[in-house]
């Protein structure tokens, strides 16, 4: 009953007071729903519906792209600290409705609510972070070999942004691109995942509500639709200089082709297939704890998910022993209620992807040392898993979005830098050690082959 009053007071403090939410496609005032396609939002703990959305029409799709190229125009205009000013706004707004709209997020993504929270303070970081940034926007100046002339850079916002977020971080993936975009000038318009629409809504109106007290309209844009033909028309449209896509490497290959073709930019977020790396002198006591949360946090459903665990043979077993220790004590359940370390998959989908991965690891030779069922009763609850594997197989170097951690030993560091590295995503990697040398092995040219390299942290 506790979790339910929450829940609905989570919804009213959000301005989400009624069941068919409607959509918002940032005008002045929320607009009026054409009929169209109606779908649901679902509560992955329980499977239950929480809202309908009415999914926008092509009309509403047009009117929003005109809105947001005519704001453009008097947008780009205003100073760099004054747009600065307006997302400190949508930052305060944030501050105040952090419990709530990180409870919405544990509701309607499945992430537990200190996850929730964790992921509306980020967007009060990035906020923080934007708004200083406004004022330094610089440019370079350069000598000239003309006399009495001088050469400088200055920067020029591109135009409509698209924000195209997956379901997995419903709202921060947004504000990473929104409010830098922003405070450079230009406009956004977002199209959020359908499975996540009610955390997309309420973002929206606190932006809204930012822009009416700052005097500004149409800045930041929302549609939400579950057609496919929508997105790809918005993907191509040429008065989007660039979008930026987060989701599928399927997906994200079409988006870049597409944006490609017709000459605009594209910031492209795909997938990480991502290594732990555990020697013999690593802290068991600093290394356990992180390895666990890396894996089972969101249940698996982050591109920096721990998926691949590689300890040196002299600590493996013990680093085994350790993490079935560790996986007996997660209380898997309702995200919203205290002590619960795992929430649900997002969809029977994700289900489905988590049974067929154990079925290849199983055809593969593999050991499931713990887990690997799914949990009966409402929602779409799984058990996290751990796995005896080898690198080579074809399943390891694939994305699973859940929570399967394949353990893999190895004799020098050499050996399990080549392994790390021998996958095609390269998002994120870390080094549990004590020695020295082996952390700057690590982060050298001839170390970690990824976008982030970390010591002693998940």
Wanted: aromatic share 8%; net charge neutral.
């Amino acid at each position: 009953m506790e979790n339910n009053i929450s829940v609905k007071n989570a919804l009213k403090t959000l301005n989400i007071t009624e069941m068919n939410c409607g959509v918002s496609i940032g005008l002045p005032h929320w607009q009026p729903q054409q009929p169209g396609d109606v779908f649901s939002s679902i509560n992955p703990a329980t499977g239950e519906v929480i809202a309908q959305i009415a999914s926008v029409s092509h009309t509403d799709y047009l009117t929003v792209i005109a809105e947001s190229v005519r704001t453009f125009a008097s947008w780009r205009q205003i100073p760099a600290p004054k747009r600065g000013e307006l997302v400190r706004l949508i930052g305060e707004q944030l501050r105040i409705h952090k419990d709530a709209l990180g409870t919405l997020i544990a509701l309607e993504m499945g992430k537990v609510k200190q996850e929730g929270d964790g992921e509306v303070q980020e967007m009060i970081d990035m906020a923080d972070f934007a708004v200083g940034q406004s004022r330094m926007l610089y440019g370079k100046t350069m000598h000239s070999e003309r006399r009495q002339h001088r050469m400088y850079e200055q920067w020029h916002p591109l135009g409509p942004v698209a924000v195209i977020s997956a379901f997995n971080f419903p709202v921060a993936v947004w504000a990473w691109n929104a409010f830098i975009a922003a405070i450079c000038g230009n406009t956004v318009i977002w199209k959020p995942s359908p499975k996540t629409p009610l955390c997309a809504i309420a973002v929206q109106k606190i932006c809204e509500h930012a822009m009416e007290r700052a005097g500004y309209t149409g800045i930041f844009s929302l549609f939400i639709s579950q057609n496919n033909q929508l997105a790809q028309e918005f993907v191509a449209d040429p008065r989007i200089p660039l979008v930026s896509f987060t989701g599928s490497v399927s997906a994200g290959r079409v988006v870049n082709e597409v944006v490609a073709k017709r000459f605009g930019r594209a910031l492209l977020e795909l997938s990480g297939n991502n290594a732990v790396i555990i020697d013999p002198s690593a802290d068991l006591k600093l290394a356990i704890p992180a390895c666990v949360f890396g894996a089972i946090g969101t249940a698996g459903q982050r591109c920096t998910t721990l998926r691949r665990l590689f300890v040196h043979s002299s600590q493996y077993e013990p680093v085994i022993k350790h993490l079935m220790d560790a996986y007996k004590k997660i209380l898997i359940g309702d995200p919203l209620q205290s002590g619960v370390l795992m929430g649900p998959l997002i969809d029977q989908t994700a289900v489905s992807a988590y049974t067929s991965a154990l079925a290849e690891v199983k055809k593969a030779g593999g050991e499931i040392l713990y887990g690997g069922e799914i949990i009966k009763g409402a929602g779409y609850f799984v058990q996290p898993t751990l796995v005896r594997a080898d690198n080579h197989w074809d399943i390891v170097k694939k994305e699973t979005f859940a929570p399967i951690l394949y353990i893999i030993p190895y004799e020098s560091l050499s050996e399990a830098i080549m392994m790390q590295n021998d996958v095609p995503q390269g998002l994120s990697s870390a080094i549990f050690t004590q020695n020295i040398q082996n952390a700057e092995t690590f982060l050298s040219a001839i170390g970690s082959d990824c976008g982030i390299a970390n010591v002693n942290i998940g």
